[in-house]
């Protein structure tokens, strides 16, 4: 059966059954627990733990632990969760995705399963769209937690927070003030500044996807046990689940600096290459599309530039630059390879010929041929570390999610996260009203439309928000109304705190807010504004509620129905209506013509407009379609990162194994790895020389430093790998088939030259204060040993080896 019946159909029916139980026996809890006092509510945490200590599941306590928590957030919040909030809870707890519409309090739903999860210590993760989100609900929520006994933290992008009351000794007042405007206004005095690890040691976190992320990566990129922050990922819920796994997923985290030294060299190196001899001072392979400098052309080059030995005083990286710009001169020509273009190198497709805007070469090769050329050189960037939210999440025990608009991406998150949805019913009855499309036909011609719609509104009293597709419309639409004299407010998702502020008034009488789908997400909208007034809400109501405009079509249903939803909360009435023309990009690209020439025939005036079910129709199907493109192109990431995510995997734990071994342990695994070799005695030697604790220090180091050498080398080699085999999938291959065969190949040539090379710069390590500070230099190993009588060009003696295999050469190596 496929999943969508398992939504939709009467399973849906028998899952709610099957809840009801449940909810009926945290009811039943409830008298029970509004007769403890505060302290016999937060020793029932202590008990929980014992009792799951003694062989009880989280399963067994869901009921006193949802009751619990209600009873927390009543007394403490003023809030207590209703019915179809307990069950949000429960799907929650069990892992799947909960659509729970705008406003129907998803914020208070998650402190259910959040505080079940939470008692076994392992921690809990609560995921927010942006820092401003996080620091709120940790302020608003961190309240249930601390009554039951738990601590809150919060990481934002430069800062760490726990949740603490007595930090500024706030005031009752203050407490009270956070119950009614807890929903937009972040009271700062409840965060006490703490460091990163004590945040995600406390019992539950609030973040961003991305901070959770870049944390995770630069763990994995720690020296000492000591500088790691995280925990083990176990349990997430991620709230707005559709933005951050479906929208934010189309790119990957990536961890990058920029190379700034090596951006300075291409213009030197440009100089210099002309005047070498081809014959004499470099050898070329077509083949390979290398080059190489000779003995006679790196003495020339040295002369030039007025150095005695190059490799000693530049180093490694230097001479890579030296030898792209080598390539870049004698490999790539002009007008076959490339073609100049306003300033930009434009690659040509070796295959089809057409040019390829945007896309760089890889390795600084981009860079020297900017140089060659004389246009503006891009600054290089070296990956360091990189995952797709995707895998990043996949990562946790147990995932979950909520968020008003689930259903129309239910497939992705079923095949991608292996995520159910479970649409939860609304507290009251739904009684907006969305209006069927006006259809016009010049964009002008409905902007005018959309300009008289809102003052007619604004004038009547009734509260108008309008959604827009990009900021450069909104700012349009601002210009219209300033004409017309209509009072606005513009959002534009730039800074999230001050925008809740203002989303949080939307609701006032005749208030007009435009806004970008981002803009004030999270953020209720109350009819009559925040704090709630009764009267000031009843006049909204008797004027019809929130007005809601839609200015355009969403390449995606999901976000259309994000703006309906922001209307109509919790039995509100209210209204929507979009306003589309056959010139929005949407409709000119599936439907526009031929709706065009129709309305020509009708002659219809241009701001006169249509209600077209077939438009509707038609852009509804585009609409379809352009999600499934963009699910191809996330599934597409994904496959990809997934081939690097095994081999990241395997890295990291030969990092973290390192990291965590005992000194016992690791001398034990490095003597073990020496014998392999065959140098055991060579090694002990350099032990019993250097003192086994230096050694120690120094080995440890010098372990990591060559993971993460090799392993960002190896991340630069697949970046190319995969441009190549796009390539090659003219010739009829699936591309990722060979990626694929590629990734694992080098994979395993990449794990053998990590061992021998940590063995060979364990032995040639001559330990001083400064061996270990100049092991630190990022992206360079430095062995200290020298060799006699071998040649520059040579393979180094000792054996190291490149990640594709190729030995490295001396002068790279040992001979630096
Ligand atoms: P969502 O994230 O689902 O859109 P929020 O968590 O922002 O909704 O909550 C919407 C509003 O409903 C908030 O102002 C919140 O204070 C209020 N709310 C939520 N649950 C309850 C409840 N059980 N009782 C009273 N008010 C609630
Ligand atoms: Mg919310």
Redesign the pocket.
């Known amino acids: 059966m496929s999943f969508l019946t398992k939504i939709f159909g009467d399973e849906n029916k028998n899952y709610f059954k099957k809840l009801q139980p449940s909810v009926a026996a945290i009811n039943g809890l409830e008298k029970d627990f509004q007769d403890l006092s505060d302290g016999q509510l937060r020793g029932k945490t202590e008990e929980f733990r014992e009792r799951l200590a003694k062989s009880a599941l989280l399963d067994d306590l869901l009921p006193e632990a949802f009751a619990l928590v209600r009873e927390a957030?009543r007394r403490n919040l003023g809030?207590?969760?209703?019915d179809v909030?307990l069950m949000g809870g429960i799907v929650l707890h069990q892992g799947k995705i909960a659509e729970?519409?705008?406003?129907?309090?998803?914020?208070?739903?998650a402190t259910c399963p959040v505080y079940l999860n939470a008692l076994e210590g392992k921690g809990v993760h609560l995921v927010t769209v942006n820092d401003y989100l996080a620091r709120r609900d940790c302020v608003w929520m961190g309240q249930v937690y601390r009554a039951l006994g738990l601590s809150t933290g919060c990481v934002n992008h430069d800062q760490s927070f726990l949740y603490d009351p007595d930090y500024k000794k706030a005031q009752e007042s203050q407490d009270a003030q956070r119950d009614s405007l807890?929903?937009f206004r972040v009271s700062q005095d409840f965060l006490r500044p703490c460091s990163r690890k004590e945040a995600y040691a406390a019992d539950i976190t609030y973040g961003t996807n991305n901070e959770f992320g870049f944390d995770y990566l630069r763990d994995n990129m720690a020296y000492r046990l000591e500088d790691k922050v995280q925990r083990k990922f176990n349990y997430a819920i991620v709230?707005e689940v559709d933005s951050i796994l479906i929208d934010e997923a189309r790119t990957p985290l990536i961890i990058s600096a920029p190379d700034e030294e090596s951006s300075k060299w291409y213009q030197d190196f440009a100089r210099i290459i002309p005047r070498l001899d081809p014959d004499a001072d470099y050898k070329i392979d077509e083949k390979d599309r290398a080059a190489t400098l000779t003995e006679a052309g790196i003495a020339k080059v040295e002369r030039i530039m007025g150095t005695d030995n190059i490799y000693e005083e530049k180093g490694i990286k230097y001479l890579h630059h030296l030898e792209q710009a080598l390539r870049a001169q004698a490999l790539y020509r002009l007008d076959r390879d490339y073609v100049v273009k306003d300033g930009q190198i434009v690659i040509i497709d070796e295959f089809t010929g057409r040019l390829m805007p945007g896309r760089r070469w890889s390795g600084g090769l981009h860079q020297a041929i900017e140089a060659k050329e004389g246009v503006a050189v891009q600054p290089e960037s070296l990956t360091l570390a990189s995952i797709t939210f995707q895998n990043l999440f996949r990562m946790y025990e147990k995932l979950a999610g909520?968020t008003?608009t689930a259903m129309t991406s239910a497939e992705e998150f079923d095949k991608v996260y292996t995520l159910d949805c479970v649409p939860i019913p609304t507290n009251r009855v739904l009684c907006r009203a969305d209006l069927p499309d006006r259809i016009y036909k010049t964009e002008a011609g409905k902007f005018k439309a959309v300009v008289a719609e809102i003052e007619a509104r604004h004038k009547a009293g009734q509260p108008v928000l309008v959604g827009t597709r990009s900021v450069e419309k909104n700012e349009y639409l601002g210009k219209l109304l300033e004409r017309e004299g209509v009072p606005h407010e513009i959002l534009n998702a730039k800074n999230h705190e001050r925008e809740g502020e203002i989303i949080a008034q939307a609701g006032r009488s005749g208030a007009v807010t435009i806004a970008t789908n981002m803009a004030g997400r999270?953020?209720?909208i109350?009819l009559g504004g925040?704090p709630p007034d009764e009267n000031e809400a009843n006049k909204v109501r008797e004027a019809g509620g929130l007005f809601i405009v839609g200015t355009e079509r969403h390449e995606a249903r999901r976000i259309d129905n994000q703006l309906r939803g922001r209307g109509g909360?919790?039995g509100d009435p209210g209204t929507t209506q979009f306003f589309i023309s056959t010139e929005d990009d949407l409709a000119r690209i599936f439907a526009g013509d031929a709706m065009k020439k129709l309305m020509d025939m009708l002659k219809v005036p241009d701001d006169m407009p249509i209600e077209s079910g077939m438009v509707s129709k038609r852009i509804e199907e585009a609409q379809i379609k352009i999600e499934g493109a963009n699910f191809d192109i996330r599934k597409h990431l994904l496959d990809y990162d997934s081939v690097l995510n095994k081999q990241r995997e395997v890295i990291y734990k030969k990092r973290n194994d390192i990291l965590e071994k005992s000194d016992d342990d690791f001398a034990a695994y490095v003597l073990d790895l020496a014998r392999k070799g065959n140098v055991g005695e060579q090694y002990q030697k350099r032990e019993d020389e250097n003192g086994r604790e230096a050694m120690l220090q120094a080995g440890r180091f010098i372990a990591l430093r060559t993971i993460d050498f090799f392993w960002q080398e190896h991340l630069e080699l697949m970046d190319n790998v995969r441009d190549a085999t796009r390539l090659r999938a003219f010739g009829q291959q699936d591309p990722l088939v060979e990626y694929k065969s590629e990734a694992n190949k080098q994979f395993r040539v990449l794990l053998d030259t990590v061992e021998g090379n940590i063995l060979q710069n364990l032995l040639n390590v001559s330990i001083n204060k400064n061996a270990v500070s100049s092991m630190a230099q990022p992206r360079s190993q430095k062995p200290a040993a020298k060799y006699d009588n071998v040649n520059r060009n040579d393979p180094c003696p000792c054996g190291a080896k490149k990640s594709d295999g190729r030995p490295v050469k001396y002068k790279h190596c040992h001979g630096r």
């Open positions: 957030a809030q207590r969760h209703f909030q729970m519409k705008t406003g129907e309090g998803k914020t208070l739903t807890g929903s709230d909520m008003g999270g953020v209720d109350i925040n909360r919790q």
